[in-house]
């Protein structure tokens, strides 16, 4: 006996999210941007949603900047 699954309609919310902005969003700003969307789930049950999804966020390279000024 498979119990329905309870979370369909947030992991489809959660890979749109996601698509639209190109896999930088990591489970934070997922989600709150399913908040701002009407759905209130904690940020655990989704951090859990993105592994199973297979969902990682891109990590943008942060530029060098050389901290000793003009020599």
């Given at each position: 006996?498979?119990?329905?699954?309870k979370?369909?309609d947030?992991?489809?919310?959660?890979?749109?999210?996601?698509?639209?902005?190109?896999g930088r969003y990591?489970?934070?700003?997922?989600?709150?941007?399913?908040?701002?969307?009407?759905f209130?789930?904690n940020?655990?049950?989704?951090q859990r949603?993105?592994?199973?999804l297979?969902?990682?966020?891109?990590?943008r390279?942060?530029?060098y900047?050389?901290?000793?000024?003009?020599v």
């Amino acid at each position: 006996m498979h119990r329905a699954d309870k979370y369909t309609d947030v992991k489809a919310e959660i890979v749109t999210i996601y698509h639209e902005n190109k896999g930088r969003y990591g489970y934070r700003r997922i989600t709150a941007e399913l908040r701002n969307r009407g759905f209130y789930y904690n940020h655990k049950t989704i951090q859990r949603l993105m592994k199973l999804l297979g969902l990682v966020c891109r990590v943008r390279i942060k530029k060098y900047r050389s901290y000793k000024g003009e020599v």
